[in-house]
């Protein structure tokens, strides 16, 4: 109720917080809801209350089609709910009224000064109810009464027993002190001439001379208009004037000597001190509350982009450009987030450990299969992780390649097409890891895209939509560049096999031809399973075979070559020499395509996509904008503010306000108390 306002007017709002069996909404779904227009009427109240009052008990009907009903449709309407905790509130300007003023702050903040609960919790009102009702209207009572900014007006009808009243008792239990009780007596006129017993007790009630009824702040009489003085639409001075006739002439109230306690003057007086009292009392809490919503509502607000204060064009092609250096920065790994090139890096691991795992897999033996593979020259490692795809080939196995490719060669001359043909067997195998390197890598690529976009141009979602479209079909292009720059690379291994490492083949050639030699002498030692092996010339040779007891013994050290050539003349020489070429061979392209794929795809995806991205978005940006038919609208369009942001904002800035006035108003009172 305030009475800044010239003229009389009300306004009617639903505040639904909770469901059919009074449980509490989720914060999203509660509302707040204006129920019809502005009512400048007096005598328009009651029916419009009657009508929200129906809103509420019928949640599932539109409330709008309650705006029309009368009142006997109304009442003979059956209501969904009997109760509900569903709020009805009134809010009435009077240039007459005393001001009570509730603030309900934007958001979920509400911050109440002195919250007055007319309780009307007399038992014969909901005796006949049921025992869920009963309850259910009780537990409101008790919610509101509890707190300590809470007024409680205990409101009893003079012509029912005192000894009844269920609200005395609520009131009692929420402030066992009466601090904040007030009792309020109503239909003094019901009281008939004979009840003199029923007169006297009241008038010692209300003189506080009763022993079982007394409250700290008494309890007042009032004279409402019956319905026959209602319907005369009397003013608020004549209603007055006629209720202080009927207490100045009535027996036996006419004998008590406080006057203050009899009519709505002398109790809204006292009623007013109470609530300074309490005011004055809960103050610094709620200087404190205002503090700290005041805080959050900053934090919030300051947390916002700030509006745009750049012209558009500068504000979009400014954007791009940071954009593009950032994203440079990325690529060069000298920005502070590297996770573009440690991710990429991992990725080029993964590769290299795939690609190691296509490795011939030869074993100088009749049945293969019964034997340990041999992964390196010297028996200390074994592959983890091989290629399904890579053939377990035996003596016999490379002496058939070698048969197959045979054409008009001279005798004792192997066929080139024999090796050409095993290595063709381990370079195709390297299409699958360098796709699936690739199609790694443009994820990653396209996640950090997707975040720099994100950060440079999520301000504004026409911008953001505009410039990561443009953004996201030149990375295309430079994906399908990449793809086939690898597709190049790997076809660079097909034919011919060539390499000007001729050292490293020769050496390597030598030490796998007498690694075959050697295992093939002492087959039984690699006889599968097999965990450990120890032999002559490994890194823990025994005392006889150590290179100290050679030197001791005057004996030359001698390698894995020199071993090989004691030995015998094997029938098998041909293939041997040709499985230690190819898996010679084998190292040689493989330590050059580890490389050669990663470097590949960085320059023809990464570094291509760095140089030329600020120039073909620019390019297509300009022309594109430059096209419409008005550019500075186009660049205006770009970077309108997002709605919800600009909602936000406003919605921050009013709460902002609300609550510096709040906050000032509160400082004032303090002072002036």
């Not at 982009?305 to 954009?323: H, Y």
């Not at 080029?348 to 299969?369: L, Q």
Request: proline share 5%; aromatic share 8%.
């Amino acid at each position: 109720m305030s009475s800044h306002a010239t003229s009389w007017s009300c306004t009617i709002t639903l505040r639904m917080g909770f469901d059919n069996n009074g449980r509490d909404l989720p914060v999203q779904k509660t509302t707040t809801e204006l129920f019809g227009r502005t009512i400048t009427d007096r005598s328009e109240v009651e029916v419009w209350l009657r009508r929200a009052q129906s809103a509420i008990l019928n949640p599932n009907v539109p409330s709008s089609n309650f705006h029309t009903k009368t009142i006997e449709e109304l009442r003979s309407m059956k209501n969904t709910l009997k109760f509900s905790r569903n709020v009805v509130s009134v809010s009435i300007e009077d240039p007459d009224a005393t001001d009570l003023s509730f603030y309900d702050l934007p958001g979920k903040y509400m911050l109440i000064w002195i919250e007055m609960i007319y309780l009307m919790c007399n038992e014969g009102l909901i005796q006949n109810e049921e025992a869920e009702t009963v309850a259910l209207v009780k537990s409101l009572a008790e919610h509101y009464t509890k707190k300590e900014n809470t007024i409680i007006l205990t409101t009893i009808p003079m012509s029912d027993d005192m000894e009844n009243q269920q609200s005395m008792t609520l009131a009692r239990a929420a402030d066992p002190d009466g601090k904040r009780t007030i009792g309020v007596l109503t239909k003094p006129d019901t009281l008939g001439a004979g009840a003199i017993n029923q007169r006297r007790k009241w008038v010692e009630i209300i003189e506080g001379r009763s022993e079982d009824h007394t409250l700290r702040h008494g309890f007042y009489c009032v004279r409402l208009p019956d319905d026959a003085e209602r319907t005369q639409r009397l003013s608020r001075a004549e209603l007055q004037r006629r209720a202080t006739e009927y207490f100045d002439t009535t027996s036996p109230w006419n004998s008590v000597t406080d006057r203050r306690r009899f009519g709505i003057p002398g109790f809204v007086s006292d009623v007013s001190r109470l609530l300074i009292q309490l005011i004055e009392e809960t103050l610094p809490r709620l200087r404190e509350d205002v503090d700290k919503l005041l805080a959050q509502c900053n934090k919030e607000f300051d947390a916002l982009p700030p509006p745009l204060a750049n012209d558009p064009q500068i504000e979009v092609l400014g954007r791009v450009n940071a954009f593009c250096d950032v994203f440079k920065s990325f690529v060069n790994g000298s920005h502070e987030d590297k996770r573009l090139a440690q991710r990429n890096r991992a990725l080029y691991s993964i590769f290299k450990r795939n690609i190691r795992g296509t490795a011939p897999d030869f074993r100088p033996f009749e049945n293969p299969e019964e034997y340990v593979p041999l992964d390196d020259t010297e028996g200390k490692m074994t592959l983890v992780e091989r290629n399904p795809g890579v053939k377990v080939m035996g003596i016999y196995e490379v002496s058939r390649v070698i048969q197959e490719a045979i054409g008009w060669e001279l005798p004792n001359n192997v066929p080139y097409q024999a090796k050409a043909n095993l290595i063709a067997q381990f370079t195709k195998l390297w299409v699958a890891p360098s796709e699936r390197c690739l199609a790694g890598i443009n994820d990653v690529l396209d996640q950090v895209i997707d975040t720099l976009i994100s950060t440079h141009f999520g301000r504004f979602k026409v911008l953001e939509g505009y410039v990561g479209d443009l953004i996201r079909s030149h990375v295309g292009v430079c994906k399908a560049h990449a793809q086939d720059a690898v597709k190049s690379a790997l076809a660079l291994e097909t034919t011919p096999h060539y390499t000007q490492n001729t050292h490293y083949l020769q050496t390597l050639r030598e030490k796998w031809l007498a690694r075959y030699k050697i295992v093939r002498s002492r087959a039984s030692q690699y006889k599968a399973p097999v965990h450990h092996i120890q032999q002559h010339y490994s890194t823990t040779p025994s005392d006889d075979d150590s290179e100290e007891a050679s030197m001791k013994r005057g004996m030359p050290i001698l390698g894995l070559p020199d071993l090989a050539r004691l030995l015998p003349p094997d029938s098998f020489q041909e293939e041997l020499i040709v499985m230690a070429d190819v898996r010679a061979y084998y190292h040689v392209a493989y330590k050059r395509i580890i490389d050669h794929i990663p470097l590949t795809i960085e320059h023809s995806l990464h570094h291509a996509l760095a140089e030329q991205l600020s120039q073909s978005l620019f390019t297509s940006l300009l022309t594109d904008v430059a096209s419409g038919h008005n550019f500075s609208e186009r660049m205006n369009e770009l970077v309108s503010e997002d709605a919800s942001i600009a909602q936000k904002r406003a919605s921050l800035s009013t709460r902002k306000q609300c609550l510096s006035d709040i906050r000032r108003k509160l400082m004032t009172f303090g002072n002036s108390t």
